[in-house]
């Protein structure tokens, strides 16, 4: 069974204070691992979508990384408005591709 | 484009009842899909469509029911509301196999 966790649950970061947020997985094959962000009381807002180890994508101050078992979001020199629940999925290869979603990491950054 | 819609925002029902949860999009995407989101979990799949008069079932389809006979349009419908179906519910469509989903603004249900 496919299984997405991600690290931490909450952070608190100070404007410009630099982090990562982690994704763990496990997939019986991977097709792709999905980056979405989550205002409260919105829907998800895509963001990235990795296919293969190495890869990385970039968005204004977020970098995604994919290796085999693992995805970083990474945030530099965040803003408050960056504040929000990130939410990681990935997709399986074979028949009906579902996605698993992880329970997210929800963010705070303080002005 | 106003990609996905759904209606009603927010619903009170008394266990027992029935509702429709309406969920369009004006994206032409062939991929449509619901899922709840609930604390402390990610967000589970209910029932999801890849055509027109196409559905199947998710992770957690029980108590629920779809259909979809246009594309734009995929309807979630609870037979008899239950406490433990009080979630947010979000639509979601996309254009391939589940690439890139794009979802809506949720329907968040309260089961007295």
């Known amino acids: 069974e496919d299984q997405v966790t991600q690290s931490p649950e909450a952070l608190r970061l100070q404007e410009g204070e630099s982090s990562s947020l982690n994704c763990s997985y496990t997939?019986?094959?991977?097709?792709?691992l999905f980056w979405y962000r989550q205002d409260p009381g919105k829907g998800p807002e895509f963001l990235f979508t990795l296919y293969s180890a190495g890869e990385e994508k970039e968005k204004e101050r977020l970098k995604a990384t994919l290796t085999k078992k693992e995805s970083f979001l990474h945030i530099t020199a965040p803003k408050p408005e960056d504040s929000a629940t990130y939410l990681c999925a990935v997709q399986s290869s074979g028949g009906y591709q579902k996605v698993t979603f992880g329970t997210g990491t929800k963010l705070q950054v303080i002005p | 484009n106003a990609g996905v819609t759904q209606t009603p925002k927010f619903q009170v029902l008394k266990t027992g009842q029935s509702m429709t949860l309406q969920c369009a999009q004006d994206?032409?995407?062939?991929?449509m899909s619901w899922y709840r989101q609930d604390p402390g979990m990610g967000l589970r799949l209910i029932h999801y469509?890849?055509?027109?008069?196409?559905?199947d079932q998710g992770e957690v389809p029980n108590g629920y029911n779809v259909s979809r006979s246009t594309t734009e349009d995929f309807p979630l419908r609870l037979l008899s509301a239950a406490p433990s179906q009080t979630s947010v519910y979000f639509c979601?469509?996309?254009?391939?196999?589940?690439?890139?989903?794009?979802f809506g603004p949720g329907t968040r249900l309260l089961v007295l």
């Open positions: 979601a469509s996309s254009q391939q196999n589940q690439e890139t989903q794009y």
């Open positions: 997939v019986s094959g991977l097709r792709g």
């Open positions: 469509s890849v055509g027109a008069g196409i559905t």
């Open positions: 994206m032409n995407h062939e991929y």
